[in-house]
C-alpha cells in the first residue's frame, strides 16, 4: 500500500470489477479484494471529526445569538423588546417607546400593544433583524423594512406598503385561477375526444392486424393445397 489517502466511494468505483486499487496519487496498485481490507487514515478522520464538532458548536452559538438578538428592542438593542407599534410596524422596549411616541403629539396617538401580542405572522427582515418586512420594493420586488429604505441597499428605491401588494396580487392570483377553471371544461372535452381518436385508431390497427393475418393465412394454406396437389399428381 502506498499510504497515499483515497474515500471510501472512490476506492469502491475504481475497485469495480479488479482485484486492486490503482492509487489517483501515485499510480501505484495495491491488492486488494474489499476495499474493508484498506487501512484507515486515523489522522484525517480525526481531523473530520474535530472539524464537524466545531462547526456544530458554532451553528448553536449563532441560532443562541439570533434568538437573543430577535428578542431586543429595534432601536437600542439593548433591553428585550415590549412594545409593538402598529403604526411604526417596530419593537420597542419600555424606554425607547416612550421617548419616541412621547415627543410629538402626533406620535402619541400611534396604536400599540404588549409585544407578545404582536402578530407571530408578521416576518422580520433578515438584514436587520428587529424590523418587521412591512414595505415592498418594487425595483427588486422583494419585501423590506424601514431600515432597508434608509441606510440599506435599497435606498432610493420606489417602495410601497406590502399589504396593498398583497391584495394586488391576491387580486390577479384570483383572476388567473378563474381563467384557469374556466379552461377545465375545454380541456376536458379536449382530452376526450383525443382519447376517443387513440381507441378509434387502436381499433383500425387491430382490423388491419386481423386482416392481414387472414390474408397470409389464406396464402399460406393455397400455398400448401398447391404443394399437395403436385405431391397427388406423382
Known sequence: VCGHTVCDPCCKIILQGKSAVRCPTCRQNSSCSSTSN????????????ATQKHKKEEQSKGNETQTKSERLCGDCSLNPHTIYCKNCFFLFCQ??????????????????????QADRSVR???????SPLHLFCE??????????TLIGTHRDHKFCLL???????????????????ALVPKLTNMFEKAQEIHKKILEE?????????????????K?????????ANK
Open 139 to 148: 425595483q427588486c420586488e422583494v419585501p423590506i423594512c424601514t431600515t432597508c
Open 124 to 130: 422580520m427582515c433578515s438584514v436587520h433583524a428587529m
Open 223 to 231: 400455398e400448401a393445397n398447391k404443394e399437395a396437389n403436385k405431391e
Open 163 to 181: 399589504a396593498d401588494v398583497l391584495d394586488k396580487f391576491t387580486t390577479l392570483l384570483k383572476s388567473n385561477i378563474a381563467e384557469c377553471e
Open 95 to 116: 424606554s425607547c417607546d416612550k421617548e419616541v411616541h412621547s415627543s410629538r403629539p402626533f406620535f402619541q396617538k400611534h396604536e400599540r400593544i404588549p409585544s407578545t
Open 38 to 49: 484498506l487501512p484507515l487514515n486515523y489522522a484525517i478522520l480525526s481531523h473530520l471529526e
Open 205 to 221: 390497427k387491430e382490423l388491419e392486424v386481423v386482416e392481414a393475418n387472414k390474408k397470409a393465412n389464406k396464402e399460406a394454406n
